[in-house]
């Protein structure tokens, strides 16, 4: 299985879906979706982890999910920087991964609303027990801020994570995906394995809290290569993991290095010199000059000499990018917010 | 006891362990390879392997799903329905692959040949062997005319290691 793509349209979807919830909860907020638009308001007790609540929130989520996303004078700021955000990646991601984001009248992607649907649906089902609706320790570790997040804005962070697995798998699109893997061939924007017999597995042991589970991958080949089947199944792999880690979707982590899992095993952090050796020359988008008989970056071979090697490019590009959700508390998060807001500018 | 009744049982006692051994699980396939489910440490070895033979930790672990049988390593290897004897899937488009598994010796063969319809090229095979013994599993993978692409020990962690 390809590695990162999945998890940044998840998260986009989410973002979406949460935010228009939210702003059904407030009388002004349903004047605007009754006059066609959804605006965002943040709740009023974002922490709680009641049953009704948790119930009331996702029922609102569900019924605005076709309503545009709007922001109005008012709203909660966080949300509204959402939306904003959203629109914003939409008009600067790569085509394929739009329908992770919201287009340019505020309408949820299909990708994002299929990963929605599935989230409000595993809610409904295992209300404060879904794995959607905790704190999570790797997220907080990954997103300072994470577990103050309502339930919205958590469903969105994990839609984004999705959207960062599927871009880097295979640009967001089913088509010419079928790839040979280690063992089997991959296939769909998830690059999940393409037999049936090898992938059905996942839905089983993506438990519900009743003891069922469903079964989204237990679908025929061809049924993976649609958008609802791939990402469908890509949700129960990820619910296997979060079931087998305790809520994480990356996996265990012994010796400090992380057991591998499926998609998310490869996400090894870097040891720390070849991780500023990767911010060096990544982030500061310097590696130009390729060694001609490789074609690779030159300066890998000097980040391989302090512990890094090819592969784990797209770890470190994965982790970093997973920071970049704007209500993280990192600086990236910052940095693409002073993005955001330099093009929201540029547009007045 | 009528003539059918006893007909039925006797037919019944004839075919048991035949049906018995078609529904090999979790458990016979386990103490077969005198394995244990848990955390390994992949050896790198000295010639060139692949990525997934990187020096990491990955989990083995057996599954069991309506009677199937999965072993997965690691994030990338899955081995399906290794309780059945032989069996066959849809591996990609227009291809089939037909499955022969075989445990014996504290070692798990599985061998696999793709035919594809309407290609010109003859079919692929691989063939995958485990070996389990003393808390390490040596692993190897033979594809088509090249004799290794992966081939690596993985040893169990000690509880005090995690």
Redesign the interface.
């Given at each position: 299985m390809k590695k990162l793509k999945f998890l940044y349209s998840f998260l986009l979807a989410t973002v979406v879906y949460t935010s228009s919830s939210l702003a059904q909860q407030d009388p002004n907020l349903n004047k605007q979706i009754q006059q066609g638009g959804a605006a965002i308001q943040d709740c009023k007790d974002c922490k709680s982890n009641k049953s009704s609540d948790i119930l009331a929130q996702t029922n609102e989520l569900a019924a605005v999910l076709n309503k545009p996303f709007e922001c109005a004078p008012g709203d909660d700021p966080q949300s509204c920087l959402l939306i904003d955000w959203l629109k914003w990646k939409h008009q600067n991601y790569n085509k394929n991964c739009q329908g992770f984001f919201l287009d340019g009248k505020g309408q949820v992607g299909p990708f994002s609303k299929v990963l929605a649907e599935l989230m409000t649906t595993d809610i409904k089902k295992n209300k404060e027990k879904s794995l959607f609706v905790n704190d999570n320790e790797q997220f907080q570790k990954l997103c300072p801020g994470f577990d103050k997040f309502s339930l919205n804005q958590k469903l969105a962070f994990h839609g984004w994570i999705f959207e960062l697995t599927a871009f880097p798998e295979n640009v967001c699109t089913n088509a010419n995906s079928i790839v040979k893997g280690v063992n089997s061939s991959a296939a769909c924007m998830l690059q999940l394995n393409y037999p049936t017999n090898m992938r059905s597995f996942y839905s089983s042991g993506a438990k519900n809290a009743d003891g069922t589970s469903e079964k989204h991958c237990q679908i025929s080949p061809k049924e993976l290569l649609t958008d609802r089947g791939c990402l469908s199944c890509g949700f129960d792999v990820y619910k296997w993991h979060m079931t087998k880690y305790d809520g994480n979707p990356f996996g265990e982590i012994a010796n400090g290095k992380k057991i591998n899992g499926s998609y998310w095993a490869s996400q090894n952090p870097l040891p720390s010199a070849a991780e500023s050796c990767f911010e060096k020359y990544l982030d500061a988008k310097s590696d130009v000059k390729k060694d001609p008989k490789t074609g690779k970056p030159l300066f890998l071979t000097q980040c391989k000499s302090l512990g890094a090697n090819w592969e784990w490019t797209p770890r470190y590009k994965f982790f970093k990018r997973i920071q970049r959700f704007p209500l993280c508390n990192t600086e990236i998060a910052k940095r693409e917010v002073t993005e955001l807001k330099k093009y929201l500018d540029s547009k007045k | 006891m009528n003539k059918t009744i006893f007909s039925i049982l006797v037919i019944f006692i004839a075919f048991a362990p035949l049906f018995a051994n078609a529904q090999k699980d979790k458990k016979d396939i386990l103490k077969q390879l005198g394995f244990t489910e848990g955390?390994y440490v992949v050896i790198v070895p000295s010639s060139k392997a692949?990525?997934?033979c990187?020096d990491?930790?990955?989990?083995l672990e057996m599954?069991e799903?309506?009677g199937?049988v999965?072993l997965?390593?690691?994030?990338?290897?899955?081995?399906?329905?290794i309780n059945k004897a032989t069996?066959s899937?849809?591996?990609?488009?227009n291809c089939k692959?037909t499955q022969v598994s075989q445990i014996e010796n504290n070692k798990l063969t599985i061998t696999q040949v793709e035919k594809c319809a309407g290609a010109k090229k003859k079919p692929t095979s691989?063939k995958?062997q485990i070996d389990f013994k003393n808390d390490l599993a040596e692993l190897s993978?033979k594809e088509g005319p090249h004799i290794t692409n992966c081939q690596y020990k993985i040893a169990k962690?000690n509880s005090k290691?995690?």
């Open positions: - | 955390q692949a990525s997934f990187e990491e930790i990955v989990s599954l799903d309506k199937d999965t997965v390593i690691g994030a990338n290897l899955i081995f399906s329905q069996t899937y849809e591996s990609n488009v692959t691989k995958t993978i962690l290691d995690k």
